[in-house]
Structures are given as structure tokens and as C-alpha cells.
């Protein structure tokens, strides 16, 4: 099965231009994953951008691509187009925008600030059929809220147990997919993060209202406080984001999980397709 | 643009030069730097300053507004080439977001020699800029972008062309290779590395492929390549380093085209540099209607409907309006004039326009005739804030004093707002009166506001006075202080005037009392008081 195609189509299905991958973890197969999608994007024919919150070192992209380096990380040869430049700044000095002409390994970086991300995205996303980006949990959830899908991988290389890592997916995924505030209900704002303490107040004090965060990354707690919390609070987010599939990756250099029943658990927990693509597969 | 020692800290805080800098500030790098070295004129400059106005007020009448804000935003996208042309002067060879700088720049160059044709501006294009933009030009495409195309060179057209095809037949290998293992493990596709599961794995492992690690369901694997795929592998290499020594060769001959420009190129950064300065003044006297000052040679400060803008901006913003100002002022004078008057703006106008002056850029006023100073000072209200803890307000007036009394400037404007004012006023007096015998004498040019009586006449200078309130508005029963403030503004007449005799201006202070809410009572009493 060409898992890359199958995440592409379900993305493109719910309308969205931009991938964020996210991981639960190092290690997980975030950049299989990133690759997966964007290889099948580019054997479709589709004009393909890809960006890096991080600075993400040799990456391999084929002709074509729109991508996002620094400047000063541009390799010398293949030469690329250079699109671009409009003077946001990352931490390797200046961004530009280039396409790639042949084959080669180049280094992706995005922008320091959350607006200078913000525009880097919209500048690449404006020239192609799809941007894929490598994402950071902490930096997707303003970027992914218009028309953005999340894919979140997870694995071995993350926790001890199949259940952990089963239980993380699953909680990341049940935060990020914070249903959005109803209109017009009665709800209670906050203006920072939703901790396991504010959780346990609210709790205590038999809220009802809706309890509305910005978004999924301003939910605070680990995953058993969270099912909790879910359970327990009407909580919701102005800025919902839509998480399209999980991936898993069994392996890791300390331990390895049976491939198989990891991906039915973590389709099974998570409620979203599934895919293993190492193995190829699907649950 | 350095104040130097034309002014003090408090001096420009309290004349708005931070203010004024910062509408002044021109949009490029190169602008910033010219920028950093504007220094004021001195008094011997005047004829300098003069044309320096003359012409931004004439470019500001010659190009239109338009045109000014179009190359405004030309200088704000144009990218620093400085450290490039250094570089390729001394032999190094750039690289190609370089050349889409350079690209960028020459366009720039271009287009604000087009913006501003017909107008007394000279271009800023020059043989150095059509040069590297013509060696450029196969880069550019009809794209904003810059690529090392083809075009460059023939040998690194055909460089490209070996590695495409060697890259085509390497990846051929490597597909063939991967189709021929995943049609064996019964699969649509495998990638770099890929999990076959021991329970669907009949017989032995597909040749071409290695296990990377074991478990006891699974074994993690890896395509093996074989000899055709490493040749094909070796031929691609050789064609990517084919390519890589054909574009350094086209990247050198272009650096050293670049350096050769250097000279020219410097020279169009230098006269950028001052033009974005000067349209950044142009801009500045377009947007508030100013005009040219006469730059004259005798201590003296005449103007006509003048403004002190940053308090101008101020009321706009705040829907109201200032009333512009005249005055003629030639050597050290007295102005009096009641509370809330605008004695301190008008203190204010005076040093913000001798500023503008002794910079040679265009006033905000209908007409003026401005010495250029070498001082410009301030005593009194609103300078003691820098006192510090040891220091009462008089102690820090006196210290202030003695500084500008000693300073061997000589062309001083001094600007003093209720100068002793803090003592008692017998002695108060004393003292304001010495220090304009004080200025007199130096011929210092100066204006001292007061509410003291008599001054005028006793230190023999002339005496100017605030019009103050045409009425006395009515007391609100509600504290609405902004509506009061609006009230007491229509019925002030800030014009100033110069009054013979030296009877003081009523100084409205029990009604302006009143009008800003104090108690009834209390106004009473002051009333009685006053009649005593």
C-alpha cells in the first residue's frame, strides 16, 4: 500500500493545502512519515512546497520543490531557483524561498517568530498545490487552523509499553481535536493554558459552562489527567484543528513493538486511519 | 542625525528632536548610514542650510506626493549589496542570493531613476549598475527570483544535461531495483527501509535487500544495492561535480564583473544614501506643509503661523487643532501670558523650528527667518525632571543656569519657562532680570516666559504676551475635564503680541480654577482674597 498517497488523499479530501506532521516524540517516524506524503505528492504531479519549523539538515528533495532555507544554508550546488526573499529571519540568518532544480539534499529552516512562520507558510502555500510541514506541537496549532490537516505520528522510540505509546497518541489526538466553542454558548475563557490544576478547580466547582482555550496547545497535562478533564469539563478551542491520520513506526534503537496490534490499538484508541508505513500498512 | 552639542538631553526631550528624527529617518541601508553622519549647521553655515531648504521645499512642490511615497517604499525593499561588491572587489565569489541582491538593487536603481525623471534630481543609475545588471540578466528570467541558468555558459548547459539523464538512469536503477523486491515480498511498494513480518515471509528474504535489525516478528530491512545501481551511482556523482565546478566557474565570472563595477556601484550606494535622506525631508515638508526658512545672519527667530508639531500630531490625533503662532524675536525678550496659554509651546516652536533650521530642512510655518544657533537651551519647567534626589528645583535651575551662563557658544538661543518660579517672588524677580541683563549683553537671542511683573521694562528687553482668554467660559456642574479643556481652547487667543507698556496679563487663574472643577467655596475665597 502507498501509505504517502492514502495520508495525501485523506488531506486533500478535507480540503486542506498544508500537512503538518507532528510526532509524539524523537524518534517516532515523523520524517518517514513527512517524506511518505511528500513523495506520493510529488509522483502525482502536484506542485509541492515543504517547510521545517526547525531547521531540519539534509533533507532530500526532488525537482521542483518549493522549500524555505536560510540563506546562508543554501548549498552552492545543484543551484536552485531562488523565488524569493523577503527578509524574515531565522535563527541560521535570512529565509529565502528557492526551488529546486535537481535532485539533492538541501537544509530546511523556518522562520524564529510565530508571525514570521506564519508568513513563511502562506508564501509557500500561495505557489503550490500542497506545503507539507515538518511541525513542533507548540508552534502548529495557530499554523494549522485555517485549512491545515495534522498528521501525528508515534512509537517505540517514545515510551516503554505498547500502551504508552498507544495512551500518548491517543491523548495528543483527543488535544489537538478539541472541538470548536459554540456559538453563542455560555463559556468561560482563558486566556493562558488549561493546567491540570485550573482543570481540577473547574471540576471541583461544577462548571458547566463551555471551558474555551485559543487552542489545543494551551491544554496543559498529562494524558490521564486529560481523559479526566475531557470527561469531566465541557472544554473547547477557538481555534480547532483537524487531525487526518496517525502514524506508527514500532521500531526504535531500544526496543521494537509488534507492529500490528501497535497499529489497530493506536487506530482503536485514537479513533483516526492509521498507518504503518514501514510496514506498508494500513488499520 | 546627531543632535552633537546643539541641544541637551532634556532640551531635545522637551523640543521634540526624538520625534522629529524619527519622521526624518530615510528607508534604506544606505539612507541609515548617510543619515547617522547629518550633523546641524553652524552659525557660518547659513548659505549651506538655505539651499539645503530651498531645495527639499522645491523638490517638494516639484514631485508629487505620489512619486515620493513610491520611492519611499522602492529604498524600503532595496537589499544592502555593500558587503557583496566588497567582496567580489576583493576577489571572492559570490553567491547567488548575491546575485538576486545585486539584481534587486540595479532594478531598484532603475526604477527610482524613473520615479523621479523630470524632476531637478539627478539619476542615480550609472554605467557600473547597467553592467552587472546586463551580466545579470540571463538570472532574472522576467522572474523577481535570480537563477545560474543555463544561459550563463554553454558548458554549464551541457553539464546539466549529462547530470539530468545520469540522475534519470540512477533513479531507473533504483526503481527497477525496488520494484524487483517488493514484487517478490507480494507488495505495491517498499521504501528506504521497510518491516517484513516473519509470519508473511515464505522462504528466504528477496535477494538485493539486507536486514537491519531482528525481532522476533518482524525483521527491519534495507534495499542492498547492487554493482549497476553503484555505477550508475558513480556516473551521477561524476556529473553532479560536472556541474558544481561549471556553476563556480560562472559564479566566479560574475563576482569578478561585480568587483570591476566596484567603484561605480559604491558611488550609486553613496548618492542613494543621500537621496533617500533628502526624500525622507521632501516627504517630511510635503506631509506638514512646511516651507523653506530664511537662514539669516543676525541673532534672530521671526516665523509666521507656526506650528510646534509633535503637539500638533498630538491634537489631530485627538480631533482638535492648533493654533499656529508669529512671532519676531530678535535678542532676549519677556512673554507673559495666563495659565493654560501656551507660553511653554510657544517656547517649544521657537527651539523646534531653530532646530529644523540649523538642519537645513523646511519649517512648519507660513513664512520664518531663523538664525543658526550653535546652543539651543532650556531653564525651567520641564527641565528639572534629571535633577536627581539631592537637588530641590530651584538648586537644579541655579546648576542649569550656571552651565548656560558659562557656555562659550556664541550664537545661544535660550528658551526659559517660568525660571525661578520656585523661590520667593521678590527675589524671583531679581533673578529673571539679571539673567536677561545676562543675555542682553551677550546678544544671546532668548525668550523668558513668566508670570513675574515688571520684568520687561527693569531688565530692558522687549516684552511679548499671550492674547489669553477673549471670555472666561462657564463653570461645568459635571467634571467633564475634557469637555472643560475643549471649552477653555475655543475661548483662549493663543496669538502673541508685543505689548508696550509692562503691565502683566491677567493670569485668569481663579477662573481657570473654577472652570476645571474646584469647589465653589473655595473659588469664593480666592475672589475675596484677591479683592483684599
Same mark, same amino acid.
Request: charged share 20%; aromatic share 6%; hydrophobic share 50%.
Given at each position: 500500500?502507498?501509505?504517502?498517497?492514502?495520508?495525501?488523499?485523506?488531506?486533500?479530501?478535507?480540503?486542506?493545502?498544508?500537512?503538518?506532521?507532528?510526532?509524539? %516524540?524523537?524518534?517516532? %517516524?515523523?520524517?518517514?512519515?513527512?517524506?511518505?506524503?511528500?513523495?506520493?505528492?510529488?509522483?502525482?504531479?502536484? !506542485?509541492?512546497?515543504?517547510?521545517?519549523?526547525?531547521?531540519?539538515?539534509?533533507?532530500?528533495?526532488?525537482?521542483?520543490?518549493?522549500?524555505?532555507?536560510?540563506?546562508?544554508?543554501?548549498?552552492?550546488?545543484?543551484?536552485?531557483?531562488?523565488?524569493?526573499?523577503?527578509?524574515?529571519?531565522?535563527? #541560521?540568518?535570512?529565509?529565502?524561498?528557492?526551488?529546486?532544480? &535537481?535532485? %539533492?539534499?538541501?537544509?530546511?529552516?523556518?522562520?524564529?517568530?510565530?508571525?514570521?512562520?506564519?508568513?513563511?507558510?502562506?508564501?509557500?502555500?500561495?505557489?503550490?498545490?500542497?506545503?507539507?510541514?515538518?511541525?513542533?506541537?507548540?508552534?502548529?496549532?495557530?499554523?494549522? #487552523?485555517?485549512?491545515?490537516?495534522?498528521?501525528?505520528?508515534?512509537?517505540?522510540?517514545?515510551?516503554?509499553?505498547?500502551?504508552?505509546?498507544?495512551?500518548?497518541?491517543?491523548?495528543?489526538?483527543?488535544?489537538?481535536?478539541?472541538?470548536?466553542?459554540?456559538?453563542?454558548?455560555?463559556?468561560?475563557?482563558?486566556?493562558?493554558?488549561?493546567?491540570?490544576?485550573?482543570?481540577?478547580?473547574?471540576?471541583?466547582?461544577?462548571?458547566?459552562?463551555?471551558?474555551?482555550?485559543?487552542?489545543?496547545?494551551?491544554?496543559?497535562?498529562?494524558?490521564?489527567?486529560?481523559?479526566?478533564?475531557?470527561?469531566?469539563?465541557?472544554?473547547?478551542?477557538?481555534?480547532?484543528?483537524?487531525?487526518?491520520?496517525?502514524? =506508527?513506526?514500532?521500531?526504535?534503537?531500544?526496543?521494537?513493538?509488534?507492529?500490528?496490534?501497535?497499529? !489497530?490499538?493506536?487506530?482503536?484508541?485514537?479513533?483516526?486511519?492509521?498507518?504503518?508505513?514501514?510496514?506498508?500498512?494500513?488499520? | 542625525?546627531?543632535?552633537?552639542? +546643539?541641544?541637551?538631553?532634556?532640551?531635545?526631550? +522637551?523640543?521634540?528632536?526624538?520625534?522629529?528624527?524619527?519622521?526624518?529617518?530615510?528607508?534604506?541601508?544606505?539612507?541609515?548610514?548617510?543619515?547617522?553622519?547629518?550633523?546641524?549647521?553652524?552659525?557660518?553655515?547659513?548659505?549651506?542650510?538655505?539651499?539645503?531648504?530651498?531645495?527639499?521645499?522645491?523638490?517638494?512642490?516639484?514631485?508629487?506626493?505620489?512619486?515620493?511615497?513610491?520611492?519611499?517604499?522602492? &529604498?524600503?525593499?532595496?537589499?544592502?549589496?555593500?558587503?557583496?561588491?566588497?567582496?567580489?572587489?576583493?576577489?571572492?565569489?559570490?553567491?547567488?542570493?548575491?546575485?538576486?541582491?545585486?539584481?534587486?538593487?540595479?532594478?531598484?536603481?532603475?526604477?527610482?531613476?524613473?520615479?523621479?525623471?523630470?524632476?531637478?534630481?539627478?539619476?542615480?543609475?550609472?554605467?557600473?549598475?547597467?553592467?552587472?545588471?546586463?551580466?545579470?540578466?540571463?538570472?532574472?528570467?522576467?522572474?523577481?527570483?535570480?537563477?545560474?541558468?543555463?544561459?550563463?555558459?554553454?558548458?554549464?548547459?551541457?553539464? !546539466?544535461?549529462?547530470?539530468?539523464?545520469?540522475?534519470?538512469?540512477?533513479?531507473?536503477?533504483?526503481?527497477?531495483?525496488?520494484?524487483?523486491? #517488493?514484487?517478490?515480498?507480494?507488495?505495491?511498494?517498499?521504501?528506504?527501509?521497510?518491516?517484513?513480518?516473519?509470519?508473511?515471509?515464505?522462504?528466504?528474504?528477496?535477494?538485493?535487500?539486507?536486514?537491519?535489525?531482528?525481532?522476533?516478528?518482524?525483521?527491519?530491512?534495507?534495499?542492498?544495492?547492487?554493482? =549497476?545501481?553503484?555505477?550508475?551511482?558513480?556516473?551521477?556523482?561524476?556529473?553532479?561535480?560536472?556541474?558544481?565546478?561549471?556553476?563556480?566557474? =560562472?559564479?566566479?565570472?560574475?563576482?569578478?564583473?561585480?568587483?570591476?563595477?566596484?567603484?561605480?556601484?559604491?558611488?550609486?550606494?553613496?548618492?542613494?544614501?543621500?537621496?533617500?535622506?533628502?526624500?525622507?525631508?521632501?516627504? &517630511?515638508?510635503?506631509?506638514?506643509?512646511?516651507?523653506?526658512?530664511?537662514?539669516?545672519?543676525?541673532?534672530?527667530?521671526?516665523?509666521?503661523?507656526?506650528?510646534?508639531?509633535?503637539?500638533?500630531?498630538?491634537?489631530?490625533?485627538?480631533?482638535?487643532?492648533?493654533?499656529?503662532?508669529?512671532?519676531?524675536?530678535?535678542?532676549?525678550?519677556?512673554?507673559?501670558?495666563?495659565?493654560?496659554?501656551?507660553?511653554?509651546?510657544?517656547?517649544?516652536?521657537?527651539?523646534?523650528?531653530?532646530?529644523?533650521?540649523?538642519?537645513?530642512?523646511?519649517?512648519? #510655518?507660513?513664512?520664518?527667518?531663523?538664525?543658526?544657533?550653535?546652543?539651543?537651551?532650556?531653564?525651567?519647567?520641564?527641565?528639572?525632571?534629571?535633577?536627581?534626589?539631592?537637588?530641590?528645583?530651584?538648586?537644579?535651575?541655579?546648576?542649569?543656569?550656571?552651565?548656560?551662563?558659562?557656555?562659550?557658544?556664541?550664537?545661544?538661543?535660550?528658551?526659559?519657562?517660568?525660571?525661578?518660579?520656585?523661590?520667593?517672588?521678590?527675589?524671583?524677580?531679581?533673578?529673571?532680570?539679571?539673567?536677561?541683563?545676562? +543675555?542682553?549683553?551677550?546678544?544671546?537671542?532668548?525668550?523668558?516666559?513668566?508670570?513675574?511683573?515688571?520684568?520687561?521694562?527693569?531688565?530692558?528687553?522687549?516684552?511679548?504676551?499671550?492674547?489669553?482668554? !477673549?471670555?472666561?467660559?462657564?463653570?461645568?456642574?459635571?467634571?467633564?475635564?475634557?469637555?472643560?479643556?475643549?471649552?477653555?481652547?475655543?475661548?483662549?487667543?493663543?496669538?502673541?503680541?508685543?505689548?508696550?507698556?509692562?503691565?502683566?496679563?491677567?493670569?485668569?487663574?481663579?477662573?481657570?480654577?473654577?472652570?476645571?472643577?474646584?469647589?465653589?467655596?473655595?473659588?469664593?475665597?480666592?475672589?475675596?482674597?484677591?479683592?483684599?
Amino acid at each position: 500500500m502507498d501509505v504517502g498517497l492514502r495520508i495525501l488523499e485523506l488531506a486533500r479530501t478535507a480540503g486542506a493545502r498544508s500537512i503538518f506532521v507532528v510526532g509524539t %516524540g524523537k524518534g517516532v %517516524g515523523k520524517s518517514t512519515t513527512l517524506n511518505a506524503i511528500y513523495e506520493a505528492a510529488w509522483r502525482t504531479g502536484l !506542485r509541492t512546497g515543504i517547510a521545517s519549523v526547525g531547521h531540519k539538515p539534509r533533507w532530500r528533495l526532488l525537482p521542483r520543490t518549493l522549500f524555505a532555507t536560510a540563506r546562508a544554508l543554501l548549498p552552492a550546488s545543484p543551484a536552485c531557483q531562488i523565488v524569493a526573499s523577503h527578509g524574515l529571519e531565522s535563527s #541560521a540568518g535570512a529565509i529565502l524561498y528557492a526551488r529546486t532544480v &535537481f535532485t %539533492g539534499e538541501y537544509d530546511l529552516i523556518g522562520p524564529s517568530t510565530a508571525s514570521g512562520l506564519r508568513e513563511s507558510i502562506a508564501a509557500i502555500e500561495s505557489q503550490c498545490d500542497v506545503l507539507l510541514v515538518d511541525g513542533a506541537i507548540d508552534r502548529i496549532a495557530t499554523l494549522a #487552523a485555517s485549512d491545515g490537516a495534522i498528521v501525528v505520528a508515534c512509537g517505540a522510540a517514545s515510551a516503554t509499553t505498547p500502551a504508552q505509546a498507544v495512551g500518548d497518541a491517543a491523548a495528543l489526538i483527543a488535544r489537538l481535536q478539541i472541538a470548536a466553542a459554540t456559538p453563542n454558548a455560555a463559556t468561560v475563557e482563558l486566556a493562558g493554558a488549561l493546567t491540570a490544576t485550573t482543570a481540577a478547580e473547574l471540576i471541583a466547582a461544577g462548571e458547566r459552562r463551555e471551558i474555551v482555550v485559543r487552542d489545543a496547545t494551551q491544554i496543559v497535562m498529562s494524558a490521564t489527567s486529560l481523559a479526566q478533564a475531557l470527561a469531566r469539563l465541557r472544554i473547547r478551542a477557538r481555534r480547532p484543528l483537524r487531525v487526518v491520520a496517525a502514524t =506508527v513506526c514500532a521500531v526504535a534503537a531500544e526496543r521494537s513493538f509488534d507492529p500490528a496490534p501497535f497499529l !489497530r490499538e493506536v487506530r482503536d484508541a485514537t479513533g483516526v486511519p492509521s498507518f504503518d508505513v514501514f510496514a506498508g500498512a494500513a488499520a | 542625525m546627531k543632535a552633537q552639542d +546643539l541641544v541637551d538631553e532634556r532640551a531635545a526631550e +522637551l523640543l521634540g528632536f526624538e520625534w522629529l528624527r524619527e519622521r526624518l529617518a530615510p528607508k534604506s541601508p544606505y539612507g541609515a548610514r548617510n543619515f547617522a553622519q547629518v550633523v546641524p549647521y553652524r552659525p557660518g553655515d547659513e548659505e549651506a542650510a538655505q539651499e539645503r531648504g530651498l531645495r527639499i521645499a522645491a523638490l517638494a512642490e516639484e514631485v508629487k506626493p505620489d512619486r515620493v511615497a513610491a520611492a519611499q517604499a522602492a &529604498f524600503d525593499a532595496l537589499p544592502d549589496v555593500s558587503s557583496a561588491v566588497a567582496r567580489a572587489s576583493l576577489n571572492e565569489t559570490l553567491q547567488d542570493p548575491d546575485f538576486l541582491d545585486l539584481c534587486r538593487f540595479c532594478e531598484s536603481v532603475e526604477r527610482l531613476d524613473e520615479l523621479l525623471a523630470g524632476s531637478s534630481l539627478t539619476e542615480v543609475e550609472n554605467d557600473a549598475t547597467a553592467a552587472v545588471l546586463t551580466a545579470l540578466d540571463p538570472g532574472r528570467n522576467g522572474a523577481p527570483g535570480f537563477y545560474l541558468a543555463d544561459a550563463f555558459d554553454a558548458e554549464l548547459g551541457a553539464a !546539466r544535461k549529462v547530470l539530468e539523464q545520469t540522475q534519470a538512469a540512477l533513479d531507473a536503477v533504483r526503481g527497477r531495483e525496488a520494484a524487483l523486491v #517488493a514484487r517478490e515480498l507480494q507488495r505495491s511498494e517498499v521504501g528506504d527501509e521497510f518491516i517484513v513480518m516473519r509470519a508473511e515471509l515464505q522462504g528466504a528474504l528477496p535477494a538485493g535487500v539486507r536486514v537491519v535489525r531482528e525481532t522476533p516478528a518482524y525483521l527491519l530491512c534495507a534495499l542492498e544495492h547492487g554493482d =549497476v545501481y553503484l555505477e550508475a551511482l558513480a556516473r551521477q556523482q561524476q556529473a553532479f561535480d560536472a556541474v558544481a565546478a561549471a556553476e563556480l566557474g =560562472v559564479r566566479s565570472q560574475l563576482s569578478a564583473i561585480v568587483g570591476r563595477q566596484a567603484a561605480g556601484m559604491n558611488a550609486v550606494a553613496l548618492a542613494l544614501g543621500q537621496l533617500d535622506v533628502t526624500l525622507a525631508a521632501v516627504h &517630511f515638508a510635503q506631509q506638514y506643509e512646511c516651507v523653506a526658512a530664511v537662514v539669516v545672519r543676525e541673532n534672530a527667530l521671526r516665523f509666521e503661523q507656526a506650528r510646534f508639531l509633535p503637539l500638533d500630531s498630538e491634537l489631530t490625533v485627538a480631533g482638535r487643532s492648533f493654533v499656529p503662532i508669529d512671532l519676531a524675536l530678535s535678542g532676549a525678550a519677556v512673554l507673559t501670558g495666563p495659565n493654560m496659554g501656551g507660553k511653554s509651546v510657544s517656547l517649544q516652536t521657537c527651539g523646534f523650528l531653530a532646530l529644523l533650521a540649523a538642519f537645513g530642512v523646511p519649517v512648519p #510655518a507660513a513664512n520664518a527667518r531663523i538664525a543658526l544657533f550653535d546652543r539651543i537651551g532650556w531653564l525651567g519647567l520641564g527641565a528639572e525632571s534629571h535633577g536627581g534626589g539631592l537637588l530641590s528645583s530651584f538648586a537644579h535651575e541655579l546648576v542649569s543656569l550656571k552651565k548656560i551662563l558659562s557656555d562659550d557658544a556664541e550664537r545661544l538661543l535660550l528658551l526659559a519657562d517660568e525660571f525661578a518660579r520656585t523661590t520667593n517672588p521678590h527675589e524671583g524677580r531679581a533673578l529673571v532680570i539679571a539673567l536677561l541683563e545676562s +543675555l542682553r549683553e551677550r546678544g544671546a537671542c532668548a525668550l523668558v516666559a513668566t508670570h513675574l511683573q515688571g520684568i520687561a521694562v527693569a531688565a530692558g528687553v522687549r516684552h511679548f504676551a499671550v492674547r489669553g482668554l !477673549r471670555e472666561i467660559p462657564q463653570a461645568r456642574a459635571a467634571t467633564d475635564l475634557s469637555a472643560a479643556l475643549r471649552e477653555l481652547a475655543e475661548a483662549m487667543d493663543y496669538r502673541i503680541v508685543e505689548v508696550e507698556d509692562d503691565e502683566i496679563a491677567r493670569a485668569d487663574a481663579i477662573a481657570l480654577a473654577e472652570l476645571l472643577g474646584a469647589d465653589a467655596a473655595f473659588v469664593k475665597a480666592a475672589y475675596r482674597a484677591l479683592s483684599q
